[in-house]
């Protein structure tokens, strides 16, 4: 393309282990033939690449100071989890019409830019291959493999994403479209799930053929490997598959998975805090990389002019403290941990008292979880009323948590809620190895029943967590369920819980149930009493819903050739 203009977009990561590298350019504006000449502005629009224009309000990077949007969408205002069954959104910012199913292609909350965030970030993936793959490319053949392996990879979680929100996509192979093109029709033609699984495990397949075992923040072979195993757990998941059980898909998935274990690079972190509920929670707030992560997203630790995330600590801190309540766990979720004896809180031998709920459960809902009474940095949360410091009676009600609870998970308790310049600075990490063992422990399970490596593969998880092993004779299905929830817990706000219940084809059940809350009032002798309560009004769910509408700009622009999903 002659005399494109390239706005380049570069990212800030962490390029080595021990030490920060950031890519810089003066001047943003640079045609082509500049930039594919000089080895450095080249390099550094693939680096560009990690993240995402804005395309939308209320997006990353909305207000100068805050980086762009990277894979999925991490420590931005509302999170994933806020159009899922995990939290609610204090602010809304279009998440209540996802959890009410009021969706539309005209709108369809904060994913309603995927479509077009998707297809743009491919072009420019094209845009730089059709560049550096060249035989003038200024590269030495090394580095230009490297980084054309980084591009496979990048392409295929953008298809990756796009398939997660979509289903049936177009694949537009190294295309890379202009205005004065004529003939669009290939963009418009949706190409069958399974077409499309193998095309994003090609791109990963050529990825991995080269790509490092260490490329500081970017793309590693690990990495690759890891998207890979996820990739086809979903693709034998019952919503991807037409087959109502294919076991040789489950094992293909058992068999990526235990590819990356086998590689003997990564293992459980343990030892940031001798309690498991700390140990957890420190995990998170880790600013380098730890033994668990496979592929994270660093930001920097002081920036006024866009290294930062959404300063998360505000964000969904408490409102007697100045915070804007943010993310806020439903009481669904809370029920879904289990005490700390391993049984349910439905079990009448477990223990659970309903008027002392959070007594002896898993550590990690210490570690994910704000409730009344706990500390958070140098108070106790106090939700209740009359007269709780973060109830409605406290400090701007406006941003009180309407399900009663607070989101820990991620949170620094080690700086106040003004202090902008060390705010949101914490790693998004993008898989970690916990997740791996999930997954192979679904896929194993699917493909053959609860074997040994299947315990070995939870247990290890909870044992980290000092949770007791799963109990030993579980069949198929009862195994299932513990996987199911184990990934609800461990997995927790990591954009994993809104497309596992989609994959699963369980969200017609779990996504109507009602938003759940507590309702806790102080008594005059102090005791407190807890009652549920509904946090937000009408959540529904269709079965349309399994996938978001194709927006309908798109469709206008294809003259209608492009067919929308069913339902919408």
Request: hydrophobic share 35%.
């Amino acid at each position: 393309m002659k005399n494109t203009i390239l706005i380049i977009f570069i990212a800030a990561f962490f390029l080595g282990a021990c030490e920060k590298d950031f890519l810089e350019v003066e001047s943003p504006n640079l045609t082509d033939q500049a930039v594919w000449a000089d080895p450095a502005l080249a390099e550094a629009f693939v680096v560009g690449l990690y993240t995402s224009i804005r395309i939308a309000d209320k997006e990353p990077g909305h207000n100068g100071n805050d980086t762009p949007a990277g894979f999925g969408r991490g420590f931005h205002w509302a999170l994933w989890s806020s159009v899922s069954d995990e939290t609610v959104y204090s602010n809304d910012d279009q998440t209540y019409l996802v959890q009410r199913g009021q969706m539309t292609p005209s709108n369809f909350g904060f994913m309603s830019t995927a479509w077009a965030r998707g297809y743009r970030a491919i072009r420019d993936v094209n845009l730089a291959l059709e560049n550096i793959d060249t035989d003038d490319s200024p590269f030495s053949q090394e580095v230009r493999e490297q980084l054309v392996a980084e591009l496979h990879f990048i392409r295929a979680n953008r298809y990756f994403d796009l398939l997660k929100g979509f289903g049936e996509i177009p694949i537009v192979g190294d295309r890379v479209t202009s205005l004065d093109d004529d003939d669009f029709s290939d963009l418009f033609d949706r190409k069958e799930i399974a077409e499309v699984v193998s095309y994003i495990e090609s791109e990963l397949d050529a990825a991995i053929a080269v790509l490092p075992a260490d490329n500081g923040a970017r793309a590693t072979r690990g990495a690759a490997m890891a998207i890979k195993a996820r990739l086809l757990l979903y693709a034998a998941s019952p919503l991807y598959t037409d087959e109502v059980n294919d076991p040789q898909k489950w094992q293909d998935a058992a068999d990526a998975a235990q590819a990356v274990m086998d590689l003997n690079k990564y293992s459980l972190v343990t030892g940031l805090d001798t309690d498991p509920a700390e140990n957890y929670r420190q995990l998170f707030l880790q600013q380098r990389e730890t033994s668990e992560d496979i592929f994270m997203r660093f930001y920097l630790e002081t920036s006024t002019s866009g290294g930062r995330a959404i300063p998360i600590e505000r964000m969904n801190g408490p409102n007697g403290s100045g915070g804007w309540g943010g993310n806020c766990p439903m009481q669904n979720f809370v029920d879904d941990f289990e005490m700390s004896n391993g049984l349910s809180i439905d079990d009448p031998a477990s223990g659970y008292d309903p008027q002392d709920p959070y007594v002896d459960r898993d550590p990690r809902f210490y570690a994910s979880v704000v409730f009344n009474g706990s500390m958070i940095r140098d108070r106790a949360y106090e939700s209740f009323l009359p007269g709780g410091r973060d109830s409605p009676d406290g400090n701007e009600p406006w941003n009180t948590s309407p399900t009663g609870y607070l989101m820990r998970k991620f949170i620094r308790e080690d700086i106040t809620l003004n202090d902008w310049n060390n705010m949101g600075t914490t790693p998004w990490r993008y898989i970690r190895y916990a997740e791996i063992l999930l997954n192979y422990a679904e896929a194993k399970n699917e493909a053959s029943g609860p074997d040994q490596s299947v315990y070995d593969a939870i247990n290890a998880i909870r044992n980290r967590a000092g949770m007791p092993d799963l109990p030993t004779g579980l069949s198929q299905d009862q195994m299932r369920s513990h996987i199911q929830n184990e990934r609800r817990i461990e997995l927790s706000f990591e954009e994993h819980r809104y497309f596992d219940v989609r994959r699963w084809k369980i969200a017609m059940e779990v996504e109507n149930q009602e938003a759940g809350g507590i309702s806790i009032t102080r008594e005059p002798d102090d005791s407190f009493t807890f009652a549920p309560k509904v946090a937000l009004s009408g959540k529904t769910f269709r079965e349309e819903h399994y996938w978001f509408p194709i927006p309908l700009d798109e469709i206008v622009a294809s003259d209608g050739v492009l067919q929308q999903n069913p339902g919408y």
